[in-house]
């Protein structure tokens, strides 16, 4: 029986279905637990059997993979990997496993035909991009999964617990549960820990995705990891009123809800183009937080979607503004 997982019900189900033996005598036996049949974004996708040839087309789900201990079953990557990220052992790992590409588009969004993905004969995709959907997989019988904060319809209330939920899921389909139990339970500890400290207490914060070199700037509200990793901070979110994932916000907005702590999420590139983004903006020294020097950049991945990262995105926080 599987174990409920409330945190993600919307978006990661779990189902294990067992082989009937009527008719079945010239099959292989199916490993203990599969098939196992995911509902990931809308669809249902039924792995047979422990993924062996795994092709990653986005980083979320390294920190997932390292911590199971199932690296070495990818079999190639695609998309950027940057080193901040990653302590030396996964460094490692990522570095055994070929790159396929790291094209992106003026909008960042990989460029990777369905060709090389196939090229590559794998039982697993990870990571869904614009021109290599789940239905042209599909079609040549390639299972994918995406996070499911990255799905188009995101997660309701994200937090931590969707973190240890897809650490369960994870370990369901490369059979290694004992691995994700105590993975899970190492996470717990630390952000309870973390917690704690509560070092934004009495000050507000926002999270900002700006456009280097000018254009929009975008905002996380309550749908984003980007809310309840603020809360554990101690930080009052000002779009915590915002039932939406990322939006567009005017400068005139900024300055109204006035946060005493800016937190900037960005892809890759100088941070500091980053920062100057959103100080160099007209109007920008008004804001508290430029005023005070209280303004950081973090990698994106450091908050979004929901991951072991998340913990470590968290922590720099908390070094950021209070320790």
């Known amino acids: 029986m599987i174990r409920p997982i409330s945190a993600v019900a919307a978006a990661l189900m779990l189902a294990t279905t067992t082989a009937c033996g009527s008719g079945?005598?010239?099959?292989?036996?199916?490993?203990?637990?599969?098939?196992?049949?995911?509902?990931?974004?809308?669809?249902?996708?039924?792995?047979?059997?422990?993924?062996?040839?795994?092709?990653?087309?986005k980083s979320s789900a390294v920190p997932y993979l390292h911590a199971l201990g199932v690296m070495d079953q990818v079999v190639a990557r695609a998309g950027e990997y940057p080193t901040d990220y990653y302590d030396t052992e996964t460094l490692a790992e990522l570095d055994e496993i070929p790159q396929l590409t790291d094209e992106t588009d003026t909008s960042g969004h990989l460029q990777i035909s369905k060709e090389v993905v196939i090229a590559e004969e794998p039982d697993l995709v990870l990571g869904e991009v614009d021109n290599l959907s789940r239905d042209?997989?599909?079609?040549?019988?390639?299972?994918?999964?995406?996070?499911?904060?990255?799905?188009?319809?995101?997660?309701?209330?994200?937090?931590?617990?969707d973190i240890y939920s897809q650490l369960e899921a994870y370990g369901k389909v490369f059979d290694r549960q004992d691995e994700a139990a105590q993975a899970v339970a190492d996470l717990q500890r630390r952000v309870a820990e973390l917690e704690r400290e509560k070092v934004g207490t009495g000050r507000t914060a926002a999270v900002l995705y700006p456009t280097v070199g000018g254009g929009a700037t975008y905002?996380?509200?309550?749908?984003?990891?980007?809310?309840?990793?603020?809360?554990?901070?101690?930080?009052?979110?000002?779009?915590?009123?915002?039932d939406e994932r990322v939006f567009e916000v005017s400068t005139e907005e900024l300055l109204a809800r006035d946060p005493d702590v800016i937190i900037l999420l960005h892809n890759a590139g100088d941070p500091d183009k980053v920062e100057q983004a959103i100080t160099r903006m007209p109007g920008a020294e008004a804001l508290t937080a430029v005023e005070n020097g209280d303004v950081m950049t973090q990698l994106f991945n450091f908050t979004e979607p929901p991951s072991a990262l998340s913990v470590d995105g968290l922590e720099r926080i908390i070094d950021r503004f209070g320790r």
């Open 24 to 57: 079945a005598a010239d099959e292989e036996p199916a490993a203990d637990g599969f098939p196992v049949t995911i509902e990931n974004c809308g669809a249902e996708v039924t792995i047979d059997a422990p993924p062996e040839r795994v092709v990653m087309l």
């Open 136 to 161: 042209t997989l599909d079609a040549v019988g390639i299972d994918l999964l995406e996070e499911p904060a990255m799905c188009a319809q995101g997660v309701d209330d994200p937090g931590f617990d």
């Open 219 to 242: 905002a996380y509200g309550t749908r984003s990891m980007a809310h309840p990793q603020l809360e554990a901070a101690g930080f009052e979110d000002v779009f915590g009123d915002v």
